[in-house]
């Protein structure tokens, strides 16, 4: 498969908008004939990813790159930063308002989720700086 | 049914699933659900299309708001409300599944 990129910038104000990245990097994998369940693997790990940068970092830019062997996926925010990654990965462990919670976030599900949909999964982070996850799910 | 238009409408439905918390919805319902919530904002939208559930139905006399209807619309996803709790629908969903 020849390798394809999309890349997209995820407005922190518009929570309007919020989830239409993954459907539109749904509908590309669709095209190139990736199979149903990865494709939902990547919706998943994705959509958490889009939703953590609206609700906590403002916004940020996604890139989805398909390979031969994998797809990756890449989210970088320009927001707080994560001050406790072990405490971020925990299920149920969540710093959301309850604002956000009113909108049926702060689970504390959502970088849980992204590690266990994904094959593998990095978090860079820095206080004040911001954050860049990374993940792959293979094909 | 406030949108969908008769051939998403008549997709058949194979499963279903109840919930409000998101990310739990997101991990865990399965494509062609009827997935019963009292959410109405616009993110069960994106949720109900990232996973392909078959409809979505409110419950409880929950009315979706605006760009949650206009997203529904625009994405021609099935979106149903009822006045009945979420158990009963969720009972009579599986009684017609049987």
Not at chain 2, 10 to 22: A, C, F, K, N, P
Not at chain 2, 73 to 86: H, I, M, N
Request: with cysteine; net charge negative.
């Amino acid at each position: 498969m020849e390798p394809f990129k999309l890349e997209f910038a995820i407005d922190g104000e518009d929570f309007h908008s919020a989830g239409e990245a993954s459907s539109e990097t749904k509908k590309a994998l669709k095209k190139l004939g990736i199979p149903a369940d990865t494709i939902r693997r990547v919706s998943i790990c994705m959509y958490e990813g889009e939703m953590n940068m609206v609700l906590h970092a403002n916004g940020g830019a996604v890139t989805v790159e398909v390979g031969e062997d994998a797809i990756a996926i890449a989210l970088a925010d320009s927001g707080p930063g994560i001050p406790d990654i072990g405490a971020a990965l925990s299920e149920g462990f969540s710093t959301a308002t309850n604002e956000i919670r009113e909108l049926g976030f702060g689970a504390g599900m959502g970088l849980p989720n992204m590690k266990k949909y994904c094959d593998e999964m990095d978090i860079q982070t820095e206080l004040g700086v911001g954050t860049t996850v990374t993940m792959k799910i293979n094909l | 049914m406030l949108s969908g238009t008769d051939s998403a409408a008549e997709r058949e439905v194979t499963g279903g699933y109840s919930g409000d918390l998101l990310s739990w919805v997101m991990g865990r319902a399965r494509a062609g659900d009827a997935w019963v919530t009292i959410m109405s904002n616009v993110s069960v939208a994106a949720v109900a299309l990232l996973t392909d559930v078959a409809c979505v139905v409110l419950a409880e006399g929950v009315k979706p708001d605006e760009a949650l209807l206009s997203r529904a619309v625009k994405e021609d996803l099935p979106l149903l409300c009822s006045g009945l709790s979420a158990f009963e629908l969720c009972a009579r969903i599986s009684k017609a599944l049987e």
